[in-house]
């Protein structure tokens, strides 16, 4: 399926640099005037993107005495093999996503080494 992805930032938005928040600025020179930072305020940036969907079975577990509740499952994304591991507790909830990094696509597999 195609479809656009839109990502949207902004107003009022920073970014995290060696540990402090800091804001975008570009630079505008105009001929005959000395060079001036603009602050961006916020910006939007529209992409086509190519969805393909894969359903991964998830296994629903709690983590012992505590409320934190997790899920796990494996899967494939992308045509490469990965781990699916989310959490939730009460300060919101994470997902990670570790890919396998030993596997190879079928075409980098069926490639010649020599050529």
Same mark, same amino acid.
């Given at each position: 399926?195609?479809?656009?992805?839109?990502?949207?930032?902004?107003?009022?938005?920073?970014?995290?640099?060696?540990?402090?928040?800091?804001?975008?600025?570009?630079?505008?020179?105009?001929? $005959?005037? %000395? &060079?001036? =930072?603009?602050?961006?305020?916020?910006? /939007?940036?529209?992409? +086509?993107?190519? #969805?393909?969907?894969?359903?991964?079975?998830?296994?629903?577990?709690?983590?012992?005495?505590?409320?934190?509740?997790?899920?796990?499952?494996?899967?494939?994304? $992308?045509? %490469? &093999?990965? =781990?699916?591991?989310?959490?939730?507790? /009460?300060?919101?909830? +994470?997902?990670? #996503?570790?890919?396998?990094?030993?596997?190879?696509?079928?075409?980098?597999?069926?490639?010649?080494?020599?050529?």
């Amino acid at each position: 399926m195609d479809a656009y992805a839109v990502i949207t930032v902004g107003p009022n938005w920073t970014v995290k640099l060696d540990g402090e928040q800091r804001s975008l600025y570009v630079e505008r020179r105009l001929e $005959g005037q %000395t &060079p001036e =930072l603009l602050l961006i305020d916020g910006m /939007e940036v529209t992409a +086509k993107a190519e #969805i393909h969907v894969s359903e991964i079975p998830l296994h629903h577990r709690r983590l012992a005495e505590t409320d934190i509740h997790y899920a796990f499952g494996e899967g494939s994304i $992308g045509g %490469t &093999p990965a =781990l699916i591991v989310a959490t939730e507790g /009460e300060l919101g909830g +994470k997902m990670s #996503i570790r890919l396998n990094p030993k596997h190879k696509k079928k075409s980098q597999r069926n490639k010649n080494p020599s050529s």
